[in-house]
């Protein structure tokens, strides 16, 4: 270490984020916990179906970097679900296992009978889903709801989060008298607030968040944002500078239409732009987004932070010394700290420091006018073919030159 927690071997980003006049308008929670929901909202993601056995076996691989608490799903969705519920809570796990249920005692049961320790309750507030999904519900069915519910899940012994979803769209003073009443009749352990169809600002989160702190008497905020804006990651992490002390997000941002916040994001990026030590195995991380690739079916994007086989890959022949000497120059996160690998690919945007590089990739020498025809004939087949050159292709170019 150099005493610059903005350069370290595992990455090298902006120190403005460490500026002090950044850093005093943090109200960052002492201790922060990632709450991964891949098994149940991860599943949400159309056409997404995980087996009981795929189910056991995220679970596992979740637990085994660390991850603090694990949302196993919801035992009223299906029979399938419960028991898929049940043997991860037999697991052993060092994670805190939850379970989702809506705001009804019968679906608590459920969450009680698959043996997890803690509830996500969820009850809507958003102001256009009360009038149009639940046009007979009034405040007072919903404060009624929600507070037998968790009086009920803490009856039976279980951590209660309450999850109001459609924070964000709620009506300013339903959601304040929502959360004092709720609060006050029935003391949930934790409240979460959900951007449930991403469409609130960082900035206005960071607000919002404040104002829900006030108004849950201390308790622990969670946030769980979605990405239909493309702002899933840095809506939770403005929650996180405002104080909430959970961080919900699924692996390779699984979810409903654009998906939740991506937890592999958040993680390194609560490690290398906040100083949070997460506790958490990045280098486990890019193993994890590519199990999740393979089980739900759902491919990594090309250019995915963190598993997309690009995060990593430079074709472009500028600055390759330095890419390869000197890594974190051009990659921001270490490859290794992830579990990921450099990989230099040639194309039409290659030069002759690349050409001389692959080459010692594969232990060969060509003499320097070889190297320029060879320059020029992967430039063609790049041009042609559109797309940079595998290397079983770029091996025959390479014996055409000879």
Known sequence: MNGKPWETENWNVSQCNYWDEVREKFQLAPHIQFHDATLRDGEQSPGVVFSV????????????IGMHRIEAGMPAVSAQDFEAIRRISQLGLKARLFAFSRAMPGDIEKVVASGVSGAVIEITCGESRLKYAHPKWGFEDVVRQSVETIRFAKQHGLYTVYFPYDTTRADPDFLKELLKEVCERSDPDAVAVVDTTGTILPSALRVLVGRVREYVGGRPVEIHTHNDLGMGVANAL???????????????????????????????????????????????????????????????????????PAAYMKESGVGIKVATEHPLVTFPISDRFV????????????????????????????????????????????????????????????????
């Open 53 to 64: 056995e795929d189910k056991i076996a995220i679970a596992k691989q979740l637990d085994r």
């Open 339 to 402: 579990g990921g690998k450099r990989t230099l690919v040639l194309g039409k945007k290659s030069g002759k420091d690349s050409i001389h590089m692959k080459l010692d990739e594969f232990h060969e020498t060509l003499p320097e006018e070889k190297v320029e025809l060879l320059l020029t004939r992967v430039k063609e087949l790049s041009i042609r073919e559109r797309r940079y050159l595998s290397d079983e292709e770029f091996r025959t170019l390479l014996n055409s030159v000879r």
């Open 238 to 308: 403005a929650a996180v500078e405002a104080g909430a002390e959970v961080v919900h997000g699924c692996i390779n941002g699984l979810g409903e239409r654009c998906g939740n916040a991506a937890m592999e994001e958040m993680v390194v990026a609560a490690e290398a732009l906040y100083g949070i030590r997460t506790g958490i195995d990045c280098s486990r991380l890019r193993e994890t987004c590519l199990l999740l690739e393979h089980l739900s079916g759902v491919r990594v994007p090309f250019n995915k932070p963190i598993a997309g």
